[in-house]
C-alpha cells in the first residue's frame, strides 16, 4: 500500500462511475431546466435499524451538460436527514456533514455507498425493515427535487458512522 | 460448493488447467491465447468474451426461468424455515428482496448492498427459481383448492426420509454454468432471510456443462437422465408443466427428492444387466426397443423367447406415460458428499416440475414405488414439495398474485 490514507478516501469517495442505470428510476416529470429533471435515481436502499440513525445510499446520474448538486433529503421515516461524508480522522473513519453538498457532474454518475457519501437519518421515527419501502425525496442546490424509494436491506458493514474511534 | 471442489475455479477441464500450468512455465505465452477464460492464466489478461460466462438470462417474464431453461452444469437448492413470527406482511418484504436481488444478480450485477460484486460479473445463464412450501402457502391463505397438491407427499414404502433434507417453507433453486457465481447468488439471497427465518437444507448439485459439442446429461449410475423429457416450446411442455388457472397460472410446482444411489454395489451388476434394469442402452439412452433416445419404447415388444425386450420390472416402464397416464419435466443434479461417517454419498438431486402433483406426478410416484427394479440401488432420503409462483415483471415481486 503506497496510498496515503487522504488518497485512498477520495478514491472511495469521489469516485466516479458509470454504473448502468437500472430502468426503475423513480423519478418526478420536473421542467427540463431545473437541475432534478436531469438526475436518475437507481439501487436505492437503506440500512434496515430498529431505531435511531440509519444511512440511505444510492447511485445518481445526470444526464445534463450542467453539474447538479444534492444539498439535502427528507423522508417521514426520520425526523432529521443530512448528507454525509465519510472522512479519515486520525486513523479512523468519521462521519461529517458535506459541506457544499454532494456534486453529481454533468454527464456522469454519484455511487453514495457505505464508506462514502451516504444521506444520513439521523433519528428514526419508525423502525426500518428488510424489504421496507422508504420514500425519500432528495433536493438539489435550485430547490428541486426527487422523489426516490429505498429498499430496506440488512448489512451489517459500514459501521464508521457509529463507531468513529474505530477497533 | 463442498461436494464438488474442482468446478469451483469455473470454466476449464482439469487437465486443461494442467496444460496451461505447463505452457506457461516451459513456452511462455504460447498457451495462454488458446485457452480462454482460463483461471491460471493471471500473467495475461482475460480474454473479453468467453463462451459461457456473459451469457445472462432474463429473470422477469411469463414464467419464472430456471424452469424451462437448459439445465446448467451447477445447481444448489436451498431450502428455508421461516420464523414463527414472520407473517404475511414479512413474507412478502422477503419475497420483494428475492426478486431485486435475482433479478441484479442473473443480469451479472451485484445485489444492493453486495460488497463481493464482483463475483456476480460473467452471470454465466444464472438463474434464481422461488418456491413456496406448505408453510409459507399457510402464511399467505392459500386456499387448498389453487395450491396444485404441494403438500407432504404421502409415505411410499422405498422412502428413507431424513429430516435433514425433508420439507421447507420456501426454496430457491439458483443454477449457473459457474459454481463461483452461482456460490454469491446462494449467499446474498441467503443473507436477505436473516431476519426471516433459518436456511433447513441447502443441496448442491452438478451435470455435464451443456455443449454444442455434445455430451449427455447422465446421472452417476451412468443412465442418459432426462430421456423423453418435454420439449420446451412444444403444446406438451406447456400442458405438462405450467399451471393453467386460478392466481398461480404460469407458475408450476416442484418435487424435490433426494436420492441416495449405492454406487458400490451398482458396480457388481454387468453392462447388460444395467441396461434391463433401466430398460434403456447405456450407451446412448435409446430404449432397448429402439435406435435413439427419442424413440418411444415398445412395451408390446418380446424377444425370441417371448419375454418383454423391456422387462416388467424396468424403470422405463414403469414410469412410462402409457403406465401411468401422466407426464412430468425432470431436471435433475448429481450431487457427491462426505457423509458424517466419512464415506462419499452420491446421489441424484431429483427435480421434478409438474402443473399438478397430485394430478401428474404422484400416479408415476406410486408406480415407481409399487416395482421399479432400479429401487434396490437407490433410496429417496430427502423430499420437498414448492408451489413455484408464475414470473414477474419489473417493479414487482414474484408470487405477488398469491398474496
Same mark, same amino acid.
Given at each position: 500500500m503506497t496510498a496515503r490514507p487522504a488518497a485512498r478516501l477520495l478514491a472511495i469517495a469521489g469516485v466516479v462511475t458509470a454504473l448502468v442505470v437500472s430502468g426503475c428510476g423513480d423519478r418526478e416529470p420536473q421542467p427540463a431546466s431545473d437541475q432534478a429533471s436531469a438526475i436518475s435515481v437507481s439501487d436505492a436502499w437503506v440500512k434496515a435499524a430498529d431505531e435511531g440513525m440509519t444511512a440511505a445510499f444510492a447511485v445518481l446520474t445526470n444526464d445534463s451538460q450542467t453539474d447538479a448538486t444534492l444539498v439535502a433529503a427528507t423522508t417521514d421515516a426520520s425526523s432529521t436527514v443530512e448528507i454525509h461524508q465519510t472522512t479519515m480522522v486520525d486513523g479512523a473513519m468519521a462521519m461529517a456533514p458535506a459541506d457544499g453538498g454532494i456534486v453529481v457532474p454533468a454527464g456522469g454518475s454519484v455511487t453514495l455507498e457505505p464508506g462514502g457519501y451516504h444521506i444520513m437519518l439521523m433519528d428514526l421515527?419508525?423502525?426500518?425493515?428488510?424489504? $421496507?419501502? !422508504?420514500? %425519500?425525496?432528495?433536493?438539489?442546490? @435550485?430547490?428541486?427535487?426527487? $422523489?426516490?424509494?429505498?429498499?430496506?436491506?440488512?448489512?451489517?458493514?459500514?459501521n464508521e458512522e457509529y463507531t468513529p474511534s474505530g477497533e | 460448493m463442498r461436494d464438488e471442489p474442482e468446478r469451483t475455479a469455473g470454466d476449464d477441464h482439469p487437465s486443461r488447467r494442467s496444460f496451461l500450468a505447463v505452457g506457461l512455465a516451459g513456452v511462455g505465452g504460447l498457451a495462454v491465447g488458446a485457452v480462454a477464460g482460463a483461471a491460471a492464466a493471471q500473467e495475461s489478461p482475460p480474454p473479453k468474451s468467453d463462451l459461457v460466462g456473459q451469457t445472462a438470462v432474463p429473470f422477469f417474464g411469463a414464467h419464472q426461468a430456471g424452469v424451462e431453461t437448459q439445465p446448467p452444469a451447477h445447481a444448489t437448492f436451498l431450502g428455508f424455515d421461516l420464523d414463527r413470527r414472520t407473517d404475511q406482511e414479512g413474507l412478502s418484504r422477503l419475497l420483494r428482496l428475492w426478486t431485486d436481488d435475482a433479478a441484479r444478480l442473473t443480469s451479472g450485477r451485484g445485489a444492493l448492498a453486495d460488497t463481493e460484486s464482483e463475483l456476480a460479473a460473467g452471470p454465466a445463464r444464472l438463474t434464481v427459481t422461488l418456491g413456496l412450501g406448505p408453510g409459507a402457502l399457510d402464511r399467505i391463505g392459500l386456499p387448498a383448492s389453487e395450491r396444485r397438491g404441494v403438500r407432504p407427499l404421502p409415505p411410499f414404502r422405498i422412502d428413507r426420509l431424513e429430516v435433514a433434507w425433508?420439507?421447507? @417453507? %420456501? %426454496?430457491?433453486? !439458483?443454477?449457473?454454468? @459457474?459454481? %463461483?457465481?452461482?456460490?454469491?447468488a446462494a449467499r446474498m439471497l441467503t443473507k436477505d432471510v436473516r431476519t426471516f427465518g433459518t436456511l433447513r437444507w441447502r443441496q448442491d448439485g452438478f451435470q455435464r456443462r451443456p455443449s454444442a459439442s455434445g455430451g449427455d446429461r447422465r446421472n452417476l449410475l451412468g443412465q442418459v437422465d432426462g430421456t423423453a423429457n418435454p420439449e420446451p416450446g412444444t403444446t406438451n411442455f406447456e400442458r405438462t408443466v405450467w399451471i393453467e388457472t386460478g392466481p398461480a397460472a404460469g407458475g408450476t410446482t416442484l418435487v424435490l =427428492? =433426494?436420492? =441416495?444411489?449405492d454406487l458400490d454395489r451398482w458396480d457388481r451388476l454387468d453392462r447388460p444387466d444395467r441396461e434391463l434394469v433401466v430398460g434403456r442402452r447405456l450407451a446412448d439412452g435409446a430404449p432397448l426397443t429402439g435406435h435413439s433416445v427419442d424413440d418411444d419404447p415398445d412395451l408390446e415388444a418380446t424377444d425370441p423367447t417371448g419375454l418383454p425386450v423391456i422387462p416388467e420390472f424396468a424403470h422405463v416402464r414403469r414410469a412410462h406415460p402409457s403406465v401411468t397416464g401422466t407426464r412430468i419435466l425432470r431436471r435433475g443434479f448429481n450431487y457427491e458428499v462426505v457423509g458424517p461417517d466419512g464415506k462419499v454419498e452420491a446421489g441424484l438431486l431429483f427435480a421434478a416440475f409438474q402443473a399438478d402433483i397430485t394430478a401428474d406426478y404422484l400416479p408415476i410416484q406410486r408406480s415407481l414405488d409399487e416395482l421399479d427394479l432400479l429401487n434396490d440401488w437407490t433410496t429417496p432420503i430427502g423430499s420437498a414439495v414448492f408451489l413455484v409462483p408464475p414470473g414477474c415483471r419489473p417493479g414487482g415481486f414474484v408470487a405477488h398474485e398469491l398474496f
Open positions: 421515527t419508525t423502525a426500518i425493515e428488510p424489504g $421496507d419501502q !422508504v420514500p %425519500l425525496t432528495v433536493e438539489f442546490s @435550485d430547490g428541486s427535487t426527487v $422523489d426516490v424509494t429505498a429498499i430496506g436491506k440488512q448489512f451489517s458493514g459500514g | 425433508t420439507g421447507g @417453507d %420456501l %426454496l430457491l433453486q !439458483v443454477c449457473a454454468d @459457474d459454481a %463461483l457465481v452461482v456460490s454469491h =427428492r =433426494r436420492i =441416495r444411489m
